[in-house]
């Protein structure tokens, strides 16, 4: 049965949980860097599903991997050994430098994986270090302990009591230094903060953390759920500030839509864990495993990587060319296709400006426009991409149309 976009929206109002506060419009496909709406109306994505669809929409090698992986075998469960899992750690692992790799359905239980496996790590010692230190500015995630280390207060709040012994700080080398010392279990941290405004941190911050978590022996817990998996033209953006985690967590576009999260595990923490410590049904299953040894291999073997690089360099010139056009544009800030531009203003109507003029697009932190396309973007469509945002930039600054 056809749906009508209003038939969609009124059924879920009375059946669906309104916990998201969408946009109106619906849309029924895409192909590549494009969406469509009900309605047959085209819009370029740059949010690619809040970084999730790495290799765009309707993608062929990853459109058949998922089918012939589901006409074989979908799960057994972990009781059992399948053939990818393995085959995915091997990957995970050989880019990362951390030797352990346990799998789950999304980066918030990434997350929870990481900070579960810090504790058990110095209950193992004998030791009772449970201090977290989080960042200013993070978000981490909406589950119990995810949303524990996440800064702001609108998101925890009504949830509490959350998680005790965690403190938040700036990102400044020197507070770091002061602030881990032989209480701290972990300092968890996003190299790129998201939800915060895409926020890179500073290698020189990297290194303070680095010689914090060495002095005291805490560990370092690495988000890297949105700007990993290849997002900004490295595997892992801590890597490229110089960041020595121990745990790292990621998601999102590591399935290029498929839901599968990955803690990795130093082999120094994975020898404090036993079987019994974490469990998941569906984590590892095949499909998702599939899935990602799909996007890993486009990234690695089909160079990917480098395409995010090139695009990247190409994306933050088009981003500066925008703002010394614009003085509302107070700053560009990202790496390779994760980019935010900060406004003088609050960002929130770009969002449905950006839709009439064809552009998906995201809002976050209040003034930031945050930008997450598709891995395989193009330099041409990123700017047809960017064209339809400066118009819809336009309107809401009342500039109009350009002459």
């Not at 393995?86 to 430098?97: D, H, I, K």
């Not at 890297?224 to 801590?238: D, K, L």
């Not at 019994?276 to 690695?300: M, P, Q, S």
Request: glycine share 12%; charged share 20%; proline share 4%.
């Amino acid at each position: 049965m056809t749906m009508v976009a209003d038939d969609i929206r009124v059924l879920e109002s009375r059946h669906v949980l309104q916990t998201y506060r969408r946009q109106p419009v619906t849309f029924v496909r895409g192909k590549g860097v494009r969406l469509y709406d009900a309605e047959g109306r085209e819009y370029i994505d740059l949010l690619s599903g809040i970084g999730v669809t790495s290799l765009g929409h309707a993608h062929e090698g990853l459109t058949r991997a998922i089918r012939e992986q589901a006409e074989t075998l979908l799960h057994t469960s972990n009781l059992f050994y399948h053939p990818l899992q393995g085959q995915l750690a091997e990957r995970l692992t050989a880019l990362s430098g951390l030797e352990r790799a346990g799998f789950c359905n999304s980066g918030a239980e990434a997350v929870e994986a990481c900070l579960k496996f810090a504790r058990r790590y110095w209950h193992t010692l004998g030791e009772t270090r449970t201090e977290i230190i989080a960042l200013e500015e993070s978000f981490h995630g909406r589950t119990m302990g995810a949303l524990s280390v996440t800064s702001d207060e609108h998101y925890r709040t009504p949830f509490e009591p959350l998680l005790s012994g965690v403190r938040w700080i700036s990102a400044r080398p020197s507070e770091v230094l002061q602030a881990v010392t032989r209480n701290t279990a972990a300092i968890i941290l996003e190299p790129i903060q998201g939800e915060g405004g895409i926020r890179p941190l500073t290698p020189a911050f990297a290194a303070a953390v680095n010689e914090a978590c060495e002095r005291t022996g805490a560990l370092l817990i690495a988000d890297e759920v949105q700007s990993g998996s290849g997002r900004t033209g490295y595997p892992f953006y801590s890597a490229a500030i110089g960041l020595r985690p121990h745990l790292m967590s990621l998601g999102k576009a590591l399935g290029g839509g498929v839901p599968v999260g990955a803690a990795l595990i130093s082999s120094e923490v994975a020898a404090k864990i036993s079987a019994g410590d974490h469990g998941t049904t569906y984590g590892g299953n095949l499909l998702a495993c599939r899935a990602a040894i799909c996007v890993l291999e486009e990234l690695v073997g089909g160079g990917l990587l480098t395409h995010v690089g090139r695009v990247g360099q190409h994306f933050e010139r088009r981003l500066q060319e925008m703002a010394a056009r614009h003085p509302e544009i107070r700053e560009v800030r990202g790496a390779g296709v994760m980019r935010g531009i900060e406004l003088n203003m609050d960002a929130a109507a770009i969002v449905p400006a950006g839709l009439k003029h064809g552009v998906v697009v995201n809002r976050t932190a209040e003034n930031v426009i945050r930008l997450l396309p598709p891995f395989v973007i193009t330099e041409a469509e990123l700017d047809e991409g960017l064209s339809r945002l400066e118009a819809a930039l336009r309107d809401i600054t009342g500039k109009g149309s350009p002459e």
